[in-house]
């Protein structure tokens, strides 16, 4: 493997643009992809003194394409990005910050805890985009010969082959402390780096990193349901209650059929037919993923609606709250915020155009990689958002069975497979006992990723922090000066047990006579 001109583009790869919507959990990552482009953008167009910010350099990697059999000789162009402008020797630490299931920009290593930090330790930040989505995407599309290339346990591998690399590339010292940061998935992937690879990863801060994979993430709504109660982000009992009788009244005009479902599909953006049971499915869980979008993300900047807000919306018809289409008109009002602020005109498709869309093999310009992750679910995690304990505010739609149809008819998946899938990977990774030392967990309670992370310390250097009131990966946001003091304490925590970590390997690098 070697290193790249910072200049030299990716091949082989033709990009298509992709503007429909696919299954509930398709909202929730444009959601988040909308939020990371927006803090980018605007962390990008910060000055931090007398001149401009350096932008940061871009480069490529040439990886093997299958790092498990060297006999294969193929290999794809992995992209990362570096921040050098506050590196202060050789052998100083390197933060790197470890891409998801999306693309990865320039703010990656300008933003977050990474950049943040840097200063402080005069580290070199650099940050690696994750195989098969963004750009480092392998010539030869996205099929099923090409995907079986994607996995975590692929991506492991490029982090470990890219530390090496980057490390000749760079002069980083051979004592020099790697430290991986992620969030999300990434986060997971932080985590399980320094777990099987504690010779090379020095220490991990995982932010909101769903550790356990799970067929039927019914807990999800459980925390949505509870975030909803929550007077502390603006949520209350008549919130939650108003989100059950909104649903109720989507079922309720499904029902009616004729002209009834016809408005509806015109008040809230569903683009394709919504006769058959399984349209109304992808529906009701674009909806639930509408609602969890404002609870997962609530409170971050570029976030089209917080919990306030929604409640707002759902409870804004005061004099007429006893009819029961009152609450009905708020979650009307907010498809109608979402999908300007995502500049969509679609919130849902019917199941059929979902099918089509996620079959396509060729790469979509958009970097948000709906087919790829699908296939990580599908293979890996599960993470099925479902609706079915009797204490869920929604539609009990769309219920596991369909989920797992997706893994059937997109990629010919059976569902003892992917049964079998989650329990390997909750068996290979340790699930929320991992077992890995120098690593921090950080959490969100508002965030209903948590249930799946560890939330609590496993031992002295298992350490974590599970923020009050914080939605999804909200310790690496940019500071603002509205940030909670259980926020600001927060990252003091995650300062000072960088500092813990780096004086270890200070020390270990004085024992070794560098």
Known sequence: MNGRDENQEPHGASFLVWETD???????????????????????????????????KEGWLEQPLDPFNASDRR????????????????????????????????????????????????????????RFYGLSIPAGGLDMAQLRFLSSRHALADVISARLTLSRLFNVSSSSPWICFGGS?????????????????????????????????????????????????????????????????????????????????????????????EDQAELLGTLQALVGGAVQYDGQVGAPLSVRQLCGLLLGDRDNCSSPAAPYRGLRRAVQVVTRSLGQRCLSFSRAETVTQLRVTEPQVSGVGDRQWLYQTCTEFGYYVTCEDP??????????????DLCEQVFGLSTSSIAKA?????????????????????????DPWHVLSVTQALGPSEAALL???????????????????????????????????????KESQVRSGV
């Not at 940030?483 to 927060?490: G, K, Y």
């Open 22 to 56: 696919d299954e509930s959990s398709s909202l929730l990552r444009r959601l988040g992809e909308h939020i990371q482009q927006f803090q980018e953008r605007s962390g990008l167009g910060l000055s931090l003194g007398p001149s401009p910010v350096a932008f940061p």
């Open 75 to 130: 290999f794809f162009l992995q992209r990362y990005w570096v921040n050098d402008q506050h590196r202060a020797s050789q052998d100083g630490p390197v933060f790197l910050h470890l891409g998801g299931e999306g693309s990865l920009g320039p703010g990656s290593v300008m933003r977050g805890h990474p950049a943040t930090l840097a200063p402080v330790w005069g580290a070199l930040v650099i940050s690696l985009e994750h």
């Open 185 to 277: 998935y990434a986060g997971s992937l932080a985590a399980w780096a320094r777990l099987k690879f504690p010779h090379l990863i020095f220490a991990s801060v995982a932010s909101s990193a769903p550790v356990r994979a799970v067929l039927d993430f019914s807990e999800y709504n459980n925390v949505v349901s509870r975030s909803l109660m929550n007077t502390a982000i603006g949520g209350s009992l008549e919130c939650r209650a108003a989100a059950s009788a909104a649903f109720a009244e989507v079922k309720r005009r499904l029902r009616s059929g004729g002209a009834a479902q016809a408005a509806l599909r015109a008040e809230l953006g569903a683009c394709g037919s919504l006769g058959r049971s």
């Open 391 to 404: 204490g869920c505010p929604f539609s009990q739609l769309p219920a596991l069975p369909s989920q797992l």
């Open 422 to 446: 989650v329990a390997q990977t909750n068996s290979y990774y340790g699930g929320q006992t991992p077992g890995a030392t120098q690593v921090l967990f950080v959490n969100g309670d508002t």
């Open 467 to 505: 923020i009050p009131n914080a939605s999804h990966c909200l310790d690496m946001a940019p500071e603002r000066p509205s940030d909670p003091p259980s926020l600001l304490l927060a990252r003091q925590n995650i300062f000072q047990q960088l500092q813990t970590w780096l004086q270890l390997a």
